[in-house]
């Protein structure tokens, strides 16, 4: 990579500040960032930044108050901006030849459609159906009955159980588990005994989950993640769960069987869901938030158990000065007891 600072305005349609002959051979983030490299400032409150960065360029928003004697690029949007660059000059992604590599193994009743790719080791069982355009990574297995859309890319190591159904356009990257048995046992004599788990999982279009999150099937019925949804790695979903559209589940949250989430829900990292419960559209999970009521739509939540959010913060702050009103309920207590001691004297 190597580009002006002008080149890089023509690229984005930026107003430039500083040298325009100013020379870039590389991106990175604002606080890793040398000397050479093009940054960004995606929101104000790493403004500060640009005075102690070592970026030759840094892109900004037209709109923020900047003093710098880098070169500066004014955008309406900085990140859609850097993105841009980044797309420029990073190398093109991988593409998959269409065909059937020779070591995976399909089953006759299998169908494939135009333009599949079938990647090494991979196992396709009785009855799938596979739509066009489709990648299959290496080593991934297909279960039988399972339906899968067209233009998905499933990456190395993914496990679909019988009866999986897949939409268009989806991702699934490498150790994702769908239709996995629900976790779910009643004691007899004792003794946990297994409930069968007899459903299946439907996945919409346009649904991207990440490395080693599992989806249980249905107990009976189906497990349901809704287009457009995105969750990251490590996220378990449990059986019978219907998850709305668009929705964001942040890596290491654990959704609990039967929950219902309404559209543009957001579940932040470590965030838990007991069972059986629906949370509104567009709530906010934050944090590690315990949930075990319902949410009502719009609602932000936060804290185990999760509460609205304000109400934790104020909850927390009061916390934060119980140390001082313990020591002066001590002090209190010891000046009634001088006091008592006066009075008992006379």
Known sequence: MQLTAREIADIVGGTLSGN???????????????????????????????????????IVARSAAVDSTRTLLLVDDPTAAFSKVVERVIPPPIRFKPGIHET??????????????????????????ISDNTVIGAGS???????????????????????TIVGNRVTLHSGVVLGADGFGYEVVDGKHRKIPQVGFVEIGDDVEVGANSTVDRGRFGKTRISNGTKIDNLVQVGHNCVIGEHNIICALTGIAGSVITGHHVTMA???????HLTIGDKAIIMAQAGVTKDVPAGAIMLGAPAVPHTQF???????????????????????????????DSH
């Open 20 to 58: 325009p002959a100013e020379v870039v051979t590389g991106v990175a983030g604002i606080r890793e960032a040398q000397e050479g490299d093009l940054t960004f400032v995606g929101s104000p409150k790493y403004l500060s930044a640009v005075q102690t960065t070592r970026a030759s360029v840094i």
């Open 141 to 163: 297995y297909i279960g039988h009955g399972s339906r899968i859309g067209a233009d998905c890319l499933i990456y190395p190591r993914v496990t679909l159980r019988e009866r």
């Open 269 to 275: 990292g470590q965030v838990g869901v007991a069972g």
């Open 313 to 343: 913060k104020r909850t927390n702050a009061a916390m934060n000065r119980l140390p001082g009103l313990a020591t002066k309920l001590r002090e209190l207590e010891q000046q009634i007891a001088d006091l008592r001691a006066k009075l």
């Open 104 to 129: 995976s193994q399909i089953a006759l009743t299998a169908e494939l459609g135009k333009h599949v790719s079938i990647q090494p080791f991979v196992v396709i069982e009785d009855g799938v159906i």
